[in-house]
């Protein structure tokens, strides 16, 4: 639904489109309205329309895009070429055609959102829903025990070592291991800066977020990197409703002012 290149999906038809105004669904505008005011936030920092940048990269077979072909790419990087007109029949317009527009894991907290929105109209109170890194709970499981989320030690993938209670709140966690790729002696991961389109440098290996919505989880989750610890942690401080549990590349954690570690 959300895919970039598929043009049975809304996102795939913009992006074919080539700067023409194209009708959405009226998932498809929110999803697009809540991501764009993220990149306003960030100011940039998280930016939807990276798909152009991030289509060069291959973490599975470890392929390192050429500086020519980044920087051809990211000159088309900018979210204000997104203009959405929400009206009864939503449209939205790239003002550059050659601009790529990809949600990435935001598209991801919305479909779980909508999703526990859907279940919760149909009454349903106790339910887990995850998709990847992002996770939603709200209830009790059929035991009448808490939802629980397992936190991963990041340079010991198979090491939990921690449990999250969820209950009404959503979580997304990332850590940098999950895609990425030594190659040459340099290692790449999937955090790619929209400056410059390589991955950015952090001191953070992992982030957990928790939220009431996932996609505000999502967000955060990506923005956390390229702020490193501190600005992670200013970030979550800064939000009401948002929290973080961060694990900084030495091992040590830090955490936003409302958990305790």
Not at 185 to 194: E, I, K, Q, R, S
Request: aromatic letters at 6%.
């Amino acid at each position: 639904f959300f895919s970039p290149t598929h043009l049975d999906g809304d996102i795939g038809r913009i992006n074919a489109a080539r700067g023409e105004a194209v009708a959405v669904s009226p998932e498809t505008a929110q999803a697009i309205e809540a991501a764009l005011g993220w990149c306003t936030l960030s100011q940039g920092m998280l930016d939807i329309t990276m798909g152009g940048v991030s289509a060069l990269w291959d973490f599975d077979r470890a392929i390192v895009p050429g500086a020519e072909a980044l920087d051809r790419a990211v000159a088309h990087v900018d979210f204000h070429h997104v203009k959405l007109d929400a009206q009864d029949t939503p449209l939205v317009q790239l003002e550059d055609p050659e601009t790529t527009l990809d949600l990435g894991c935001l598209a991801i907290g919305y479909v779980v959102d909508d999703l526990a929105g859907l279940l919760r109209t149909c009454g349903i109170a106790d339910m887990r829903i995850q998709l990847g890194g992002t996770v939603t709970a709200q209830g009790r499981q059929p035991d009448d025990s808490p939802w629980t989320v397992d936190l991963h030690n990041p340079t010991k993938p198979d090491t939990v070592f921690a449990h999250l209670p969820l209950d009404g709140s959503s979580t997304f966690v990332h850590s940098l291991y999950e895609r990425s790729f030594a190659k040459d002696g340099t290692f790449y991961h999937d955090v790619l800066g929209t400056g410059d389109g390589r991955p950015v440098p952090t001191d953070l290996d992992s982030v957990t977020v928790i939220a009431e919505s996932a996609l505000d989880c999502n967000a955060c989750g990506k923005l956390a990197f390229p702020l490193g610890v501190a600005g992670a942690q200013e970030l979550a401080d800064s939000i009401p409703g948002i929290e973080m549990l961060l694990v900084a590349s030495d091992g040590s954690l830090a955490a936003s002012r409302g958990i305790h570690l």
